[in-house]
């Protein structure tokens, strides 16, 4: 048997039906918060120690050390400025920016070691560089996000294992319940 409806409110007729519609929960992006604290400055050189012991044990060559955290670090800083709501856009913006410049860097380094650089100078650089750093700036802003997204789950996780502290009460309500001595 089907519950039977709600009655309907004074100021409305009888037969109007009045329907509340909650709209489920805004999806929560991922991103860098604007403020944290030293938890999270341990987790963010852990994710750099992980990412740098990658590289040394593929031995990359230094420049995709310092390009790969310029990159990934610019990504981080647009995301905290344009806040979690922006986060995508400006990951990709910002992925867009940096990869060709530092591309260009990559190149100069290269000219500066050896004599030869893999890159090309010419216009088609840049534009090859800004084209892939949207896409890679958005996986980039994936990455970056999805760090703090685990470590905010950590957080839920730890915080619902720690036990309650026993409140105290006062020395001297203690000694009230048994009596002063005389």
């Not at 963010?44 to 590289?55: D, E, H, Q, R, V």
């Not at 940096?98 to 890159?119: E, K, T, V």
Request: proline content about 10%.
């Amino acid at each position: 048997m089907p519950p039977a409806p709600a009655s309907p409110p004074h100021d409305l007729p009888p037969n109007i039906v009045v329907t509340r519609h909650v709209l489920p929960p805004r999806e929560e992006i991922a991103s860098v918060p604007r403020r944290y604290g030293a938890g999270t400055l341990l987790v963010i050189t852990t994710a750099y120690a992980l990412l740098f012991a990658g590289f040394k044990a593929f031995d990359a060559d230094q420049i995709w050390w310092v390009a790969t955290a310029i990159f990934l670090t610019g990504i981080g800083i647009a995301q905290m400025i344009a806040g979690p709501s922006k986060a995508r856009g400006a990951s990709m913006i910002a992925g867009a920016i940096l990869l060709p410049l530092l591309m260009i860097g990559a190149g100069m380094y290269y000219d500066a070691s050896s004599g030869q650089s893999p890159f090309r100078r010419d216009f088609l650089l840049p534009v090859c560089g800004g084209l892939l750093g949207v896409p890679l700036g958005y996986a980039g802003g994936v990455l970056v996000g999805g760090i703090f997204l685990l470590m905010r789950y950590a957080d839920a996780v730890i915080s619902r294992m720690r036990r309650p502290k026993a409140e105290e009460e006062p020395l001297d309500a203690q000694l009230a319940e048994r009596g002063e001595p005389e």
